[in-house]
């Protein structure tokens, strides 16, 4: 997943939460052996992307997709005490480190 942020980065150019749960999305459907509960629950959504699901996507499909995650969070995951934000936010940081206050 940190592969993951980490791509959206560079081809946004900035954190696009959108396209970050998109790129989540599809790393999930790739069959991960590693990925848990709770983010498999978050990350399972009605359609299937495709390998070029960025270029393929409309900024509304990718909004979908986005609210879908977090309804699947909402819905699931409420309770879980899973660490997995702590594993894939490194790419955020030192994608961000050299970025004044004024770019954020």
């Known amino acids: 997943m940190a592969f993951s942020l980490a791509s959206s980065l560079i081809r946004c150019g900035t954190f696009n ?5 998109c790129s989540y999305v599809f790393w999930s459907q790739s069959e991960p052996p590693d990925i848990g509960k709770a983010t498999r629950n978050a990350l399972t959504i009605g359609r299937r992307l ?3 699901w960025h270029h393929e996507l409309s900024d509304i499909e990718k909004e979908a997709i986005h609210q ?3 309804d699947n969070v909402k819905n699931y995951n409420t309770g879980s005490l899973s660490n997995g934000c702590l594993m894939r936010i490194s790419s955020l940081a030192i994608y961000s480190v050299n970025i004044t206050s004024k770019q954020r």
């Open 68 to 70: 879908e995650v977090l």
């Open 50 to 52: 495709s390998r070029n």
């Open 17 to 21: 939460a959108a396209d970050v749960a």
